[in-house]
């Protein structure tokens, strides 16, 4: 698996878990979804954002890499 599709599939699960979290909500609605919302899902969105952005200049540097070695 090359960075973009790693990356692409990084996105798609993030979407997804935050849909879900979204379907769940509707139904789990109290001081613990709002726990667990703010202990395990924020953190989590914030990490999965990081290492987008990780996968995004590793990708550049590799295309670099590629251009500088031909």
């Given at each position: 698996m090359?960075?973009?599709?790693?990356?692409?599939?990084?996105?798609?699960?993030?979407?997804?878990?935050?849909?879900?979290?979204?379907?769940?909500?509707?139904?789990w609605?109290?001081?613990r979804s709002?726990e667990?919302e703010?202990?395990?899902?924020h953190?989590?969105?914030?990490?999965?954002?990081?290492?987008?952005?990780?996968?995004?200049?590793?990708a550049?540097?590799?295309?670099?890499i590629?251009?500088?070695?031909q």
């Amino acid at each position: 698996m090359g960075i973009y599709e790693g990356r692409g599939q990084l996105a798609k699960a993030s979407k997804e878990l935050i849909a879900r979290w979204n379907e769940a909500r509707l139904s789990w609605n109290d001081a613990r979804s709002k726990e667990f919302e703010e202990q395990f899902l924020h953190p989590l969105e914030t990490d999965l954002r990081k290492a987008a952005d990780a996968l995004d200049r590793v990708a550049t540097m590799v295309s670099q890499i590629r251009r500088e070695c031909q």
